[in-house]
């Protein structure tokens, strides 16, 4: 099993840019699909944004698209979510999470680990 830990969080202020990072442990992490959700209080967790097992192929949400970029390096380990022109609505408690398909809509079934997330706040 993979074992992840985000860092990056913070406060940033409306347009700004972060750098989220997800730590992975484990021999099979590369074979894996990873994955950035996030929670908003009293929301859902919703998918961000996914990148494939190779890192060729990633997938966004609509609210991500033309804003965040998910990345990785499996010789290096951590995954990445480069966030820019950040909104209030982005704050949220973003966690990364190892997944053993890459198909959308999501199966959570497929989800095989989660960080324990990282808090990002936009001020306004």
């Known amino acids: 099993q993979v074992q992840l830990a985000e860092s990056g969080g913070g406060l940033v202020q409306a347009g700004g840019s972060l750098r989220l990072s997800c730590a992975a442990s484990?021999?099979?992490?590369?074979?894996?699909?990873m994955a950035w959700f996030r929670q908003a209080l009293g929301k859902e967790r919703e998918l961000v944004a996914a990148?494939?097992?190779?890192?060729?192929?990633?997938y966004y949400a609509d609210s991500a698209k033309g804003r965040f970029t998910i990345s990785r390096d499996n010789a290096k380990n951590p995954v990445y979510l480069q966030m820019g022109s950040l909104k209030p609505e982005d704050t949220a408690v973003y966690y990364c999470?190892?997944?053993?398909?890459?198909?959308?809509?999501?199966?959570?079934?497929?989800?095989?680990?989660w960080g324990q997330g990282t808090q990002v706040t936009v001020s306004s």
């Open positions: 990148i494939s097992w190779s890192g060729g192929t990633t």
């Open positions: 999470a190892a997944v053993r398909s890459f198909r959308f809509p999501m199966n959570r079934e497929d989800i095989g680990s």
């Open positions: 484990g021999r099979t992490f590369s074979s894996y699909t």
